[in-house]
Structure formats: structure tokens, C-alpha cells
């Protein structure tokens, strides 16, 4: 994943990708709060590599609001 000049390795298990570091969350959340695009490489099972560009508009609102939410 490359978020601006950030640049994250991941793992993925079943549905979901997460960081082989856990000190590189919060990197990743302030670069995710902070870009305005992200960029996933990968590779599927068959060797295929794919790319995919998605917006983060809205991301910093988003997280806020889960923060809200969960703050009991």
C-alpha cells in the first residue's frame, strides 16, 4: 500500500489486509488522515500482480466518527 510517499507492507488473512508491524498502525492511520489517495500492488494467487487506486476523502471524518461512536 503507498499513501504519498508512505509506503506499508501487508498481509492478508481470509478477507482482510493488515501491517506486518504493529507499530506502523498509527503511521498508517496518520497517513491515511492525511493523503488524498491510496495505491494497493498485489499479487493473486495465480501470479497475476493487480493495482488499484481508491480515494481517501472523507477518511479523517470517517475515523472521527468511529472514535465517537466507540468511545462509549
Known amino acids: ?5 508512505d509506503k506499508f507492507e501487508l498481509f492478508t488473512k481470509d478477507e482482510g489486509a493488515f501491517v506486518e508491524k504493529t507499530e506502523d498502525e498509527a503511521k498508517l492511520v496518520g497517513a491515511l488522515k492525511a493523503g488524498s489517495s491510496m495505491t494497493i500492488q498485489g499479487r493473486s494467487a495465480r501470479g497475476t500482480n493487480t493495482s488499484d487506486n481508491y480515494s481517501l476523502s ?7 466518527r468511529i472514535a465517537k461512536e466507540c468511545s462509549g
Open 1 to 5: 500500500m503507498t499513501i504519498g510517499s
Open 58 to 64: 472523507g477518511t479523517t471524518d470517517a475515523l472521527e
